[in-house]
């Protein structure tokens, strides 16, 4: 069965801080990746997704992620965190062919220190 | 556009009562699905639907029954309520090669 493993439960970080939120997952077939983000309070909304081309994703506010297949990874980056990017961060993967469900991560929790 | 609409927001249950999580979703997607979000586990997977009349189970079914008579709505029936299942809810809906568009969120207690 697929997984999705998330390596770091909680982050802390200051402003101004790299980010790099790590997340394999265990499936040798086509897979379309994605990342959530949760803010306090708030539903999942998506932040970027990867289906096919460029192994390299850009989301929105900053965020981007890269696909390596050898490595059956999908890590979240943004070079510079602000107070706002304080949230809970998912990742998930669905089959390539049939994406009728989601498996998610247990999920990063985030917090930024202004 | 409203996207997908879950109700009722919040919900206390006594063990044992029945209820039902509605979800409606006005973007003609033809799958929807249903999590329960708690601390520490993720979104687990509880049920989902390919098309009207389609539905399966995922991977924490027991407890819980749905049907999809229409595309629009999917609705999610809590039959003999547990404290085990005082949780967070989320319907999402999508169309294939699409990422999911997510609800907000119902908050179930179960005393």
């Known amino acids: 069965a697929q997984s999705v493993s998330q390596h770091n439960h909680h982050v802390i970080l200051s402003e101004a801080a790299s980010l790099e939120l790590g997340c394999n997952y265990s499936y040798g077939g086509t897979v379309n990746l994605f990342w959530y983000v949760q803010y306090p309070g708030q539903h999942l909304q998506l932040l970027l997704k990867?289906?096919?081309?460029?192994?390299l994703v850009k989301g929105i506010k900053g965020f981007e992620a890269e696909f390596i297949k050898s490595k059956f990874s999908f890590n979240l980056r943004k070079p510079s965190v602000q107070w706002s990017d304080t949230a809970e961060y998912f990742c998930?993967?669905?089959?390539?062919?049939?994406?009728?469900?989601?498996?998610f991560g247990k999920g990063t929790r985030l917090h930024i220190l202004p | 556009n409203a996207g997908v609409t879950q109700t009722p927001k919040f919900q206390v249950l006594k063990t044992g009562q029945s209820m039902t999580l509605q979800c409606a979703q006005d973007?003609?997607?033809?799958?929807m699905s249903w999590y329960r979000q708690d601390p520490g586990m993720g979104l687990r997977l509880i049920h989902y639907?390919?098309?009207?009349?389609?539905?399966d189970q995922g991977e924490v079914p027991n407890g819980y029954n749905v049907s999809r008579s229409t595309t629009e709505d999917f609705p999610l029936r809590l039959l003999s309520a547990a404290p085990s299942q005082t949780s967070v809810y989320f319907c999402?809906?999508?169309?294939?090669?699409?990422?999911?568009?997510f609800g907000s969120g119902t908050r179930l207690t179960v005393v």
């Open positions: 639907s390919v098309g009207a009349g389609i539905t």
């Open positions: 998930a993967v669905t089959q390539g062919n049939r994406d009728d469900k989601i498996i």
């Open positions: 973007m003609n997607h033809e799958y």
């Open positions: 990867y289906f096919s081309g460029d192994p």
């Open positions: 999402a809906s999508h169309r294939q090669n699409y990422g999911y568009t």
